[in-house]
T-cell receptor, first 114, second 111 residues
Framework: GAGVSQSPRYKVAKRGQDVALRCDPI?????LFWYQQALGQGPEFLTY????????KSGLPSDRFFAERPEGSVSTLKIQRTQQEDSAVYLC????????????FGPGTRLTVL | RKEVEQDPGPFNVPEGATVAFNCTYS??????FFWYRQDCRKEPKLLMS???SGNEDGRFTAQLNRASQYISLLIRDSKLSDSATYLC????????????FGQGTTLQVKP
């Protein structure tokens, strides 16, 4: 079956622009996670959804970052007024109900803020 | 201090060598640990879970020492295809599936 997909794969934004990154999890997966991976670093947790409920947003670095999953499937991560330090790969991962061991990651969106 | 710490390397080894990676974690309440593999410009993929009793999958052996808060990964008979970044991962005592990643250790296997 299809894996986790993300779009766009690459995004270049001018500083101050707003961007929206999309994640399509594996069909039926209940849990969805967003991570930010800076160059040379491991992924850092941003936020977590169980179905449409955002249960943990402790990793969002500022109020410029906003995520939603209104129907419990597709999720969007929005970054307002982008800054250069937002440049990173944004990874989405999903888990089935009761799943715990293996998160299935999408290919990521590489965001470059100029 | 990061919750999961790894030596970033790089580790450069010849084919056939045995290489060991170590990782420490600071949250003693963490329950589950994993090694993920990440190829250049690709997404992380689960390599193996880590258990206190130790577990082996072919050429790969993972070990967890809860007393020392220490995790290891041993790769025997290295192949060129093992070249990648290996991410040490814990659950940070979360029961949601949230993952806490180390910085990653880069392995380069040379012919």
């Amino acid at each position: 079956g299809a894996g986790v997909s993300q779009s766009p794969r690459y995004k270049v934004a001018k500083r101050g622009q707003d961007v929206a990154l999309r994640c399509d999890p594996i069909s039926g997966h209940v849990s969805l996670f967003w991570y930010q991976q800076a160059l040379g670093q491991g992924p850092e947790f941003l936020t977590y959804f169980q179905n449409e409920a955002q249960l943990d947003k402790s990793g969002l670095p500022s109020d410029r970052f906003f995520a939603e999953r209104p129907e419990g499937s597709v999720s969007t991560l929005k970054i307002q007024r982008t800054q250069q330090e937002d440049s990173a790969v944004y990874l989405c991962a999903s888990l089935p109900a009761g799943g715990y061991n293996e998160q299935f990651f999408g290919p990521g969106t590489r965001l470059t803020v100029l | 201090r990061k919750e999961v710490e790894q030596d970033p390397g790089p580790f450069n080894v010849p084919e056939g060598a045995t290489v060991a990676f170590n990782c420490t974690y600071s949250n003693s309440a963490s329950q589950s640990f994993f090694w993920y593999r990440q190829d250049c410009r690709k997404e992380p993929k689960l390599l193996m879970s880590v258990y206190s009793s130790g577990n082996e999958d072919g050429r790969f052996t993972a070990q967890l020492n809860r007393a020392s808060q220490y995790i290891s990964l041993l790769i025997r008979d290295s192949k060129l295809s093992d070249s990648a970044t290996y991410l040490c991962v814990g659950d940070g005592s979360s029961n949601t599936g949230k993952l806490i990643f180390g910085q990653g250790t880069t392995l380069q296997v040379k012919p």
